[in-house]
Nanobody, 119 residues
Framework: QVQLVESGGGLVQPGGSLTLSCAASGSIFIINTMGWYRQAPGKQRELVALRTNTGYTNYADSVKGRFTVSRDNAKNTAHLQMNSLKPEDTAVYYC?????????????WGQGTQVTVSS
């Protein structure tokens, strides 16, 4: 099992910045991707940003140019730098990790951290 612990959420005014962090521990093998998803009330969970172990990144169109995902492979951590935050960024943000184990790809989720953008 892999445990993911997120931190860094909170309340921020529109135009402000926050950095989310995710620390992975437990039975870690070869991590393919670490990334962030979010779920707003009444909406489906959606991809925000992810980074593979080769450095490939993928961002939702709504956050391109404002958010940056990074990883520290040695420490098994991932970060999401969020700038120019908008009220529509308000959601619970979840860390996601996918790794190869026992011949298949297995995904894990963190417990989520609330981000609220409001004046």
């Amino acid at each position: 099992q892999v445990q993911l612990v997120e931190s860094g959420g909170g309340l921020v005014q529109p135009g402000g910045s926050l950095t989310l962090s995710c620390a992975a521990s437990g039975s870690i093998f070869i991590i393919n991707t670490m990334g962030w998803y979010r779920q707003a009330p009444g909406k489906q969970r959606e991809l925000v940003a992810l980074r593979t172990n080769t450095g490939y990144t993928n961002y939702a169109d709504s956050v391109k140019g404002r958010f940056t995902v990074s990883r520290d492979n040695a420490k098994n951590t991932a970060h999401l730098q969020m700038n120019s935050l908008k009220p529509e960024d308000t959601a619970v943000y979840y860390c996601n990790l996918e790794q190869r184990q026992e011949g298949r790809t297995v995904g894990y989720w963190g417990q989520g951290t609330q981000v609220t953008v409001s004046s």
